[in-house]
């Protein structure tokens, strides 16, 4: 089992910045992929993602003001998110994919709690 904390979120206004950081701990030796997701309030969706050898991903609403980081020796993800909008504000979700051999596309997800990001206009 893996377990994922967020941290970081809060109260911010628009223009604004704030760095969310995710920790996996437990059984880390096979992880993979981390990223942040958000959901306000509809479906979740991607913000960004960052492979093991630093390769990124960005939604389209996101690129040029979000960047995503991470540290492996801590299993450390980092979001800096700057030139905040009232349009980011959602719960923000960590995710960290580890290799498996119990699931058909080989890879497990476990998802932290949440970190609230609210963008005030």
């Known amino acids: 089992q893996v377990r994922v904390v967020e941290s970081g979120g809060g109260l911010v206004q628009a223009g604004g910045s704030l760095r969310l950081s995710c920790t996996a701990s437990?059984?880390?030796?096979?992880?993979?992929?981390m990223g942040w997701y958000r959901q306000a309030p509809a479906q979740r969706e991607l913000v960004a993602r960052i492979t093991r050898d630093g390769i990124t991903h960005y939604s389209d609403s996101v690129k040029g003001r979000f960047t995503i980081s991470r540290n492996n020796a801590l299993n450390t993800v980092y979001l800096q998110m700057n030139s905040l909008k009232s349009e980011d504000t959602a719960v923000y979700y960590c995710a960290a994919d580890v290799l498996t051999i119990e699931t058909i596309d080989g890879i497990e997800t476990f998802w932290g709690q949440g970190t609230q990001v609210t963008v005030s206009s």
């Open positions: 437990g059984n880390t030796l096979n992880l993979n992929s």
